[in-house]
């Protein structure tokens, strides 16, 4: 088998040796991303989470009062939690470079799946490898990497003539499910298509049971969830749920509520930071520069139903709120489409042009996607020769400060800035005043309006701290008063952050002593 892979693999590049050069180029230039140390918001506030009780624990212990995203679809972060217990330490870009691997042969098996000639394969996988969110979520946990190669996947066995499509089918769907509800919702124009295209041999009762499989294979989370929180969508629609770790309202994050509108690839390609946090162009100009390909794709009878199918896969998670990063998968997914007979329609010297021209404006602007690349952080883990604490320390100084901890403690640590409540690799004993603690940032928010510190201090003793982590440059008065008036010490200080110890005769609350603490919290 193994040899028959690599005399397929041989006979591809032969057919295409420049496009097939110039593909692997931009996946090696992506898969630079996985070097990086995780430092990503989401990731050191939550993602990391599941990944650290696992190794500090050896199970997961959720806690929805203190972190109300704990209970929700686990999928993505259960990967990087078996990744990080085979390696012993965080193993995000080593299982990240697999999904990297997976969507380049998956990019270059829809493309032949839908029709494309060697040099459109080729041209397919160069185009998603200068997609330049790619590099940002190779160097993050967030679940678009999986999903894209999820959707990827399933784009081939839809598009197959394979009589037992639905069993794979469902479980990719399921897959879908269980890394995000946005995944699987966006992927339904694609499973309308495959219903259609394998009409002659779907049956309800295969059907039904198929939906059957999909919901055993991604329920767990839900299950738990609703188990547990009263809402098996947690934090999400908790106007309907009302679960009492949060309040009976819709959970939204109104910066992303700028308004559907026909006019969206254009503004979230110009004005990328009012849809994502990422810079001007950060997106890529796929959408744009190909909106001719694009308009022929769906114009042409030929193929018409999957081009329409991939089309909504892109506009549908912009319905209901209008944030890019819920399209990257069905952005990489267009690619796919746009290749097809791209030959034809341009003949072979203008489509090279076009779609080469593409990729390397991609590549201009892959530094746009987001904070990591667009501050140097790669070049500085290159210089550094990999010493993430170099990094942490430029970056993400609570990292090192939660490291310098004493080994056997096992005291809450509070991180009081909201904008930097890296306490995920922390387990249970992480707190922080973001809105993933409903009611530490409530508390938080009449703190600040107290000038006497009382109600700061008052929030300390509610989280059972003893340590505390602040940035004094974004510390209010407030906070600085509750400090003086706890006693606490500061005793470390690393970049702009600094660790504070309350005072022994504070209220403080260790964790558990059904839940023992191993000495270190997790390390990458």
């Known amino acids: 088998m193994l040899g028959e892979a690599i005399t397929g693999l041989r006979s591809a590049v032969e057919q295409a040796p420049r496009w097939s050069a110039f593909a692997v180029m931009l996946f090696g230039l992506a898969s630079t991303a996985c070097w990086l140390p995780t430092m990503q918001f989401d990731d050191l506030t939550y993602h990391l989470g599941l990944p650290s009780h696992l190794l500090l624990y050896g199970r997961y212990q959720p806690q929805p009062a203190h972190q109300i995203w704990s209970f929700a679809p686990w999928l993505g972060d259960v990967l990087q939690g078996i990744a990080t217990l085979l390696a012993r330490e965080d193993a995000r870009g080593a299982i990240n470079a697999l999904w990297l691997a997976l969507i380049a042969q998956l990019s270059w098996s829809a493309s032949a799946a839908l029709g494309a000639r060697p040099a459109e394969r080729w041209a397919c996988v160069a185009l998603i490898g200068s997609f330049p969110p790619l590099v940002w979520m190779a160097a993050g946990m967030q679940t678009e990497l999986p999903a894209t190669a999820l959707l990827l ?24 499910l269980a890394l995000k ?5 966006a992927a339904i124009p694609l499973g309308v298509y495959a219903l259609w295209h394998h009409r002659a041999r779907a049956g309800v009762s295969a059907f039904a049971v198929a939906c059957a499989l999909a919901l055993l294979v991604a329920g767990s989370s839900y299950l738990q969830a609703w188990w547990h929180t009263g809402n098996p969508l947690m934090p999400l629609f908790n106007n309907l749920f009302q679960s009492p770790y949060l309040p009976a309202e819709a959970y939204r994050d109104l910066r992303w509520y700028t308004g559907f509108s026909l006019a969206l690839p254009w503004l979230m390609t110009f004005d990328t930071p009012r849809y994502v946090e990422a810079f001007n162009g950060g997106i890529g100009f796929t959408s744009i520069a190909l909106a001719g390909v694009w308009l022929v794709a769906l114009l042409r009878k030929r193929g018409r139903g999957i081009a329409i199918a ?18 990257y998968p069905g952005l990489i997914l267009l690619a796919v489409l746009l290749v097809v007979r791209g030959q034809d329609l341009l003949g072979r010297r203008g489509f090279a042009w076009l779609f080469a021209g593409v990729c390397i404006l991609n590549l201009a602007f892959q530094a746009n996607s987001g904070w990591p690349h667009h501050s140097s952080a790669l070049k500085r883990t290159i210089r550094s020769f990999g010493d993430e604490e170099a990094i942490f320390r430029l970056y993400v100084p609570e990292r090192i400060l939660i490291r310098h901890l004493p080994e056997n403690d096992d005291g809450i640590v509070l991180a009081t800035d909201p904008g930097r409540v890296f306490i995920a690799e922390l387990g249970r004993r992480g707190r922080g005043v973001l809105e993933h603690d409903p009611e530490l940032n409530a508390a938080r928010k009449r703190a600040e309006s107290d000038t006497s510190g009382k109600s700061w201090r008052a929030l300390f003793e509610t989280s059972g701290a003893r340590w505390i982590m602040i940035v004094p440059a974004k510390a209010s008065i407030p906070l600085h008063t509750a400090l003086a008036l706890a006693g606490a010490q500061r005793v470390d200080v690393v970049g702009d952050a600094e660790l504070w110890r309350l005072d022994e005769s504070s ?16 390390h990458h």
């Open 310 to 327: 991939l089309t909504l896969v892109v506009w549908l998670p912009l319905l209901p709120m209008q944030y890019a990063r819920y399209t």
């Open 181 to 185: 509800t946005m995944h699987a919702y």
């Open 153 to 176: 996947a399933a784009l081939v066995v839809s598009t197959a003539r394979e009589p037992r499509w639905l069993w794979p089918a469902a479980v990719l769907f399921a897959g879908l």
């Open 507 to 522: 209220p403080s609350t260790s964790l558990p002593v059904d839940f023992p603490l191993p000495p270190r919290p997790i």
